[in-house]
C-alpha cells in the first residue's frame, strides 16, 4: 500500500470491502482465506502466494 501511495480507503475500493476490515486485516485481527489473498493480489498487482502443480 505504502509504495502505491494507497490508502486503506483505496485498497479497500479495490477490494469491494469496507476500510475497517483493511484495518483489521493489517492489525492480524482477521484471518486471510484464499479469497481475500486473491483480492489482494489483484487490488495491489502484486503475487502474495506461489504454487507449483506436480
Do not use: H, W
Not at 476490515?21 to 485481527?29: C, H, N, P, V
Request: glycine share 6%; net charge negative; hydrophobic share 35%.
Amino acid at each position: 500500500m505504502k509504495r502505491q501511495g494507497l490508502s486503506r480507503q483505496d485498497l479497500a475500493d479495490r477490494m469491494g470491502c469496507s476500510p475497517q476490515y483493511i484495518s483489521r486485516l493489517l492489525k492480524g485481527e482477521e484471518n486471510l482465506s484464499l479469497e481475500t489473498i486473491c483480492k489482494l493480489e489483484d487490488a495491489l498487482n502484486v503475487a502474495i502466494l506461489q504454487y507449483e502443480f506436480a
